[in-house]
Structures are given as C-alpha cells and as structure tokens.
C-alpha cells in the first residue's frame, strides 16, 4: 500500500504564493508520472499540471506561466510552486502517483486533498 501526504495549503491573497508537497511512501519500487489535480465547488476535478520521472511537464492553460511543478525522485515527493494566484484558483488540491509497487504492478493513488483559498 502507498500513502501520499500533502502539506502546503492554506487562505493567501491574489497575486500571492503557495507552494503544496506532497510525499510518497509505502511499498514503491518506482512512480511514473506524479500530478497535482484541483476540484472547485460545483465543478469536476480537473488536472492542473503533471510530471514525469524524466521531468517532462503538461500544465492546464490557465496556471501556464504561474505554477511549477517540480519533483525529487529520492524522496518519492512531487512540488507545486504557485504563484500570481487568483481567486479562480480556489479548490482542493489533490496529489496524483503512478507508482510501481507490491509484485511490480502499476497503481493510481491519491492524496487526502488541500484547500487552497485565494481571496480577493
């Protein structure tokens, strides 16, 4: 079994920053793909940016230019540095991970989710 923990989240102005980790561990032998999603009230989870263990990146349009994503493959932890955030960036951030874990099987695992609230 494998947990991922966020921490980071939190209440900041417009034009403010955030940065969000989130840390794999249990049984992994390796994760691919490592991802930050985000769920606003009323509205389907959508995907904001991920990373493969190469480092190759995909943002969703709006957050291009202002968040990072980063990861340290020795840690298992992936990154979303945030910035000029807006009061649309308001949601609950989860942490997504394509691990190879127990008998060398692909799992999909997601964290517990944070708040982010971007006030105006």
């Known amino acids: 079994q494998v947990q991922l923990v966020e921490s980071g989240g939190g209440l900041v102005q417009a034009g403010g920053s955030l940065r969000l980790s989130c840390a794999a561990s249990g049984t992994i032998y390796s994760i691919n793909s490592m991802g930050w999603y985000r769920q606003a009230p009323g509205k389907q989870r959508e995907l904001v940016a991920t990373?493969?263990?190469?480092?190759?990146?995909n943002y969703e349009d709006s957050v291009k230019g202002r968040f990072t994503i980063s990861r340290d493959n020795a840690k298992n932890t992936v990154y979303l540095q945030m910035s000029s955030l807006k009061p649309e960036d308001t949601a609950v951030y989860y942490c997504?991970?394509?691990?190879?874990?127990?008998?060398?099987?692909?799992?999909?695992?997601w964290g517990q989710g944070t708040q982010i609230t971007v006030s105006s």
């Open positions: 990373i493969t263990v190469g480092g190759n990146t």
């Open positions: 997504n991970a394509d691990v190879i874990g127990v008998r060398f099987y692909n799992y999909n695992y």
